[in-house]
């Protein structure tokens, strides 16, 4: 009783009449949604295709690709050999660097650029090569390439590539494009494959040496995604599921593996694709073939690094594959000191494997990387947003990359020295 006593009163007071004026008034002192939408519209009304415009780190692209993309299609890029050790720990061996920086040091302009192979590149940073990429997404190698030229480093398409080589070239006429080629001793195919890149201005070949069989990917083996393809019901499933994604797959042109050739056999294509019997006189072979730039990569061992040195190569590129092959393989951070100390003075060291973040390329050039080789984020970037996602990421990875050189107190690529980083 007494609350309601004191709020007697108050139903006393005179209100004034609400008249048409009055409304009138008070409806143009509220915005309008348009207004609203205009000064908050990000927090209140979020747009999907645009959510990875507000990402800020890999780990975010990689949740934002999981969402969009068919669990089996995900897993293929996540996914790696065995129990999948060797891609934990090469990313885990980036988390254990500890810098050493300099302080009091002018860092007002940063020069981030430096030469890979003798070509200008805006970063230390190579787009690796990654099979099956129309599959992540339909826009593809082209897309990836395009900014690639954009962020101003080099993009490498895979011999397992779902766009041919000469279309990639017309797509992307801006790019430095290099082609992966996994060596054969059918030289008759691999020597069509090397025409058919000298022929659209194809820079420089890399050569996988680590296939002599595929890897144990059990992910993709569960899911038929093997080589060749044996999709299951399940998957089938998991990609009706997103019907975004099926939608664009169904809607434009179908996959196939045009890097090889279009029209042919995919069981024979397959069959020859990865050969046991390569040795270093293929390589050798190889490199009297091609006169451009020529970059092994799969080296896991000192002694296979010099003796790929041996063979006239211009560049290594210590790599693990990703953990994609051999589970337990060496952990390439772990491997590169090494190696740059026995052959830096004769061939460029280049670093695949566990890169995810600018940081974590300018500790592999501290180490003696000429350049990172990125392959994983930007796969998770397009999955989760095409070509501009890829923009972002790379711009990401140029902003990290600069800001990690200041706080170093480095003013250039070329400054960064192993004093300023201990790898464990």
């Known amino acids: 009783m007494q609350g309601r006593q004191q709020a007697e009163p108050n139903s006393n007071e005179i ?17 309008s949604v348009a207004e609203v939408a205009r000064f908050a519209g990000p927090a209140f009304m979020p747009k999907r295709a645009a959510r990875w415009e507000r990402v800020l780190t890999v780990a975010d692209f990689r949740r934002l690709a999981k969402r969009r993309t ?36 002018n ?27 129309r599959m992540m997404r339909t826009e593809g190698e082209p897309a990836v390439a395009r900014s690639a030229a954009r ?50 201005s194809y820079t420089t070949l890399v050569v996988t040496v680590d296939v002599p069989v595929a890897g144990a990917r059990l992910r993709d083996s569960y899911n038929g995604l093997t080589l060749p393809p044996t999709l299951t019901l399940r998957t089938l499933v998991a990609m009706a599921a997103k019907p975004r ?12 593996f045009e890097a090889l050739g279009a029209g042919k056999d995919l069981v024979s294509l397959f069959k020859n694709a990865f050969d046991p019997g390569v040795t270093f006189a293929d390589l050798e072979w190889l490199r009297a073939q091609w006169r451009g730039s020529l970059v092994v990569k799969g080296i896991q061992r000192l002694d296979d690094a010099k003796a790929a040195t041996a063979a006239g190569v211009d560049a290594i590129a210590v790599s693990n594959h990703g953990g994609r092959q051999l589970d337990r393989a060496a952990t390439p951070l772990m491997l590169l000191p090494e190696v740059v100390d026995a052959i830096g003075a004769k061939a460029e060291v280049f670093l695949d494997g566990g890169i995810r973040s600018g940081a974590d390329v300018a500790a592999a050039v501290a180490l003696g990387a000429r350049a990172a080789f990125i392959g ?12 501009s996602a890829v923009d972002h990421l790379l711009k990401l990875f140029a902003d990290d990359y600069v800001r990690t050189l200041k706080l170093l107190g480095v003013s250039r690529t070329a400054d960064l020295s192993s004093d300023l980083v201990t790898a464990t």
């Open 245 to 256: 994604w099926l939608f664009d797959a169904l809607t434009t042109e179908p996959l196939a």
């Open 107 to 133: 860092v007002g302009s940063v020069e981030p650029s430096t030469t890979i192979l003798g070509r200008r590149a805006a970063l230390p940073m190579v787009l690796a090569p990654t099979g099956f990429t």
């Open 70 to 105: 068919p669990r089996p299609v995900f897993d293929y890029v996540e996914g790696a050999a065995e129990r999948e050790l060797s891609v934990d720990r090469s990313v885990q061996a980036f988390q254990r660097v500890v810098f050493h920086p300099h302080v009091l040091r």
């Open 15 to 31: 209100r004034p009449p609400v008249t048409k004026a009055r409304r009138s008034r008070i409806k143009r002192q509220l915005p």
């Open 376 to 387: 994983r984020p930007y796969l998770y970037a397009l999955m989760a947003g095409g070509e």
């Open 151 to 200: 962020a101003g480093i080099p993009y490498a398409l895979s011999t397992l590539g779902t766009t041919s080589v000469d279309r990639l070239r017309s797509d992307a006429p801006d790019t430095e494009l290099w082609f992966q080629l996994y060596l054969s001793r059918d030289h008759g195919r691999s020597r069509e494959l090397l025409d058919r890149a000298k022929a659209s």
